[in-house]
């Protein structure tokens, strides 16, 4: 029999069909207080309090990224879009992906997030408009992104340093292609190849570093389950011998896995046979996957609320509810991504309470923080999440409408920031 702390709440306290269809959250609430870990020694008793110190032990860095340069065209009359992934490759080169830019209504002040519009606009979607994010039809907002700078990368200062605009076309085919869903390198690939995955369209790209497209995996369009069809992929994790193993997805109830070649060795996962009490290796979107340094994978199991952990042939070994024992039975989750860092500690982004969970890898929870609102530093929906060799947290919103970085203040509790993401190839000196 499973731990106690495996049983986790019934499918139907959590899920909302409109949020899963939208790729993130639900409605933010104000969260619960955060974990009662002793403050730094620095730091007054409050300092963990969500109403003072909505970021924790970390400082927002206002400003970042700088507003992009009207070098191809103007920008008058836009902002950013919504913000699926980011990777921080060392910290004067992190990569963004953007579904986007958004028109600002008028009289708004130029780049204003989403979050921050007044009268409030509602989320940064990425969707078409009048087009849902499964290509269903739905009622028109009465405005339409446009599909400029998917992909970006900025230095430290948050400055535009490159960017691929010859994907921008790639990621709006078809009726409903929303552009990018995650974005990131393997940390064993020497070469770092860049891979991108598209949700919508159910393809995973690889492409070189100076960005050709060198292979795709999937049939644009075409959903599915089978060695080259899914159905919206959302995540992707690597072994060292560069096998690797695809979350899949949004509307697929599997992890995929590759060898280095890329070709289908296996899958494993099925919905649930009683929603309301969903057992191991059965899922509700399949969101966010990562790896432990003895090749553990730690899978996010989204609409359930959990982690479900495998070994890398597929044998089911561990679930866990993914929420501080302190919330109420009534507080709904939804995490969105999670990474394991340099010390074994797993952080997770939680859309309705707009938190950072710290786990360790036996399902602990140990600290969060964060809270909702359009204030820097608050969040929403933290779809992508990266730290650099600084110790920089950097995290995609994909409702707020902005990216995000934050630094470590001073004398900052070491237990209260995230340690860095695996590179083996990094090179980069301070």
């Not at 619960?32 to 109403?51: C, D, E, I, L, Y």
């Not at 790896?291 to 952990?309: C, E, N, Y």
């Not at 044998?315 to 999670?338: E, G, I």
């Not at 997770?348 to 036996?362: C, E, M, N, Y």
Request: aromatic share 10%; charged share 20%.
């Amino acid at each position: 029999m499973l731990p106690s702390r495996s049983r986790v709440a019934p499918l139907a306290l959590l899920m909302c069909s409109s949020v899963i269809a939208i790729g993130c959250g639900g409605t933010t609430s104000e969260p619960p207080a955060a974990s009662t870990a002793p403050a730094a020694s620095s730091a007054p008793a409050a300092r963990n309090s969500h109403q003072d110190w909505p970021t924790g032990d970390y400082r927002v860095v206002e400003g970042w990224p700088k507003p992009l340069p009207d070098t191809d065209h103007s920008h008058a009359g836009w902002t950013w879009g919504s913000f699926g992934g980011v990777y921080a490759e060392n910290p004067d080169r992190i990569w963004v992906a953007m579904r986007g830019e958004l028109p600002l209504p008028e009289g708004a002040a130029p780049w204003t997030p989403y979050v921050a519009l007044q009268p409030p606009r509602g989320n940064s979607t990425g969707n078409g408009d009048g087009i849902s994010a499964t290509c269903q039809p739905e009622p028109k907002r009465g405005w339409e992104r446009r599909f400029q700078h998917s992909i970006l990368v900025f230095n430290g200062a948050g400055d535009l340093i490159d960017q691929w605009p010859h994907l921008d076309k790639l990621f709006s085919q078809l009726p409903c292609g929303r552009g990018p869903h995650q974005i990131k390198i393997s940390p064993y690939d020497k070469e770092k190849h860049v891979w991108i995955i598209d949700d919508q369209l159910h393809v995973i790209y690889r492409f070189t570093y100076d960005g050709k497209l060198v292979h795709t995996l999937g049939e644009l369009g075409k959903r599915g389950r089978g060695p080259n069809t899914f159905d919206r992929p959302t995540d992707i994790a690597w072994l060292p011998d560069g096998t690797y193993f695809i979350s899949d997805g949004y509307g697929g109830t599997r992890v995929a896995k590759f060898g280095p070649d890329d070709k289908f060795i296996m899958d494993w996962g099925q919905p649930p046979a009683d929603p309301k009490n969903p057992g191991p290796n059965e899922w509700n979107t399949v969101h966010s996957i990562a790896i432990s340094a003895d090749r553990k994978l730690f899978v996010v199991d989204r609409g359930h609320a959990r982690m479900q952990v495998f070994d890398e042939n597929g044998k089911f070994l561990d679930m866990w509810p993914l929420r501080s024992p302190d919330w109420p039975a009534s507080q709904n989750t939804l995490m969105v991504n999670h990474f394991i860092d340099d010390k074994g500690f797993i952080w997770v982004g939680d859309a309705p309470t707009a938190r950072i969970l710290k786990f360790d890898q036996q399902g602990n929870f140990l600290y969060s923080w964060g809270a909702p609102g359009p204030q820097p530093g608050r969040l929403a929906c933290s779809h992508g999440m990266t730290t650099d060799q600084l110790g920089n947290l950097y995290l995609a919103d994909c409702f707020n409408g902005r990216v995000q970085k934050f630094e470590p203040i001073a004398n900052a509790n070491p237990d209260r920031i995230a340690g860095q993401i695996m590179r083996t190839w990094d090179t980069w000196k301070k």
